[in-house]
């Protein structure tokens, strides 16, 4: 509430109000009235309201995201005892660059055994990708190894959406 302490015949007079928009992207109804209480008498008393809708974008964000098909093998079907080249495409579906990706991939077949050492990504813009590699030791694996990839594994960078940071894919 605010009270302007004169407005002349004809003029008009202004006040500023700052509306704190944290967090709330979206659309907001804004309703300013003047007078509320009808303590002035006026020739019009139906015009002291106006409604106006404020469109609030939300705060740019990075979106990582890694889906099953963003996991290679080299080769597909290795022998028990060969070396895999793995490799990993992060994309990042947001509206602002992610930088310092870190990658981690581990082998989640029974339980979880890490694959080599995190890499990290310098930087990934907006609708690019990024691919890392890894090495995969197949020795006493036979069978099928679930191995999975983690772009942002300790949520360090904000995101639109945390929960597709991660995919498993089948080695053979």
Do not use: H
Not at 39 to 45: K, Q, R, T, V
Not at 141 to 150: P, W
Request: hydrophobic fraction near 40%; glycine fraction near 6%.
């Amino acid at each position: 509430e605010q009270i302007i302490d004169l407005i002349r015949a004809g003029e008009s007079g202004t006040v500023r109000v700052v509306f704190d928009n944290t967090e709330i992207a979206g659309s907001r109804i804004i309703r300013v009235i003047a007078d509320p209480t009808d303590a002035i008498a006026e020739s019009n008393e139906q015009d002291n309201r106006i409604t106006k809708s404020l469109v609030i974008a939300p705060p740019a964000l990075a979106d990582l995201v890694i889906v099953e098909s963003d996991i290679t093998f080299t080769p597909s079907s290795p022998l028990v005892g060969e070396s895999v080249k793995v490799t990993v495409t992060v994309a990042n579906k947001g509206t602002a660059d992610a930088n310092a990706v870190l990658v981690r991939l581990m082998d989640v077949s029974a339980g979880s055994t890490l694959i080599g050492q995190p890499v990290t990504i310098e930087k990934i813009a907006v609708g690019g990708s990024a691919s890392v590699e890894f090495s995969y030791d197949t020795t006493d694996k036979a069978g099928e190894r679930r191995i999975q990839a983690v772009a942002d594994p300790d949520n360090a960078i904000a995101e639109s959406d945390e929960e597709n940071n991660r995919a498993v894919k089948v080695l053979k």
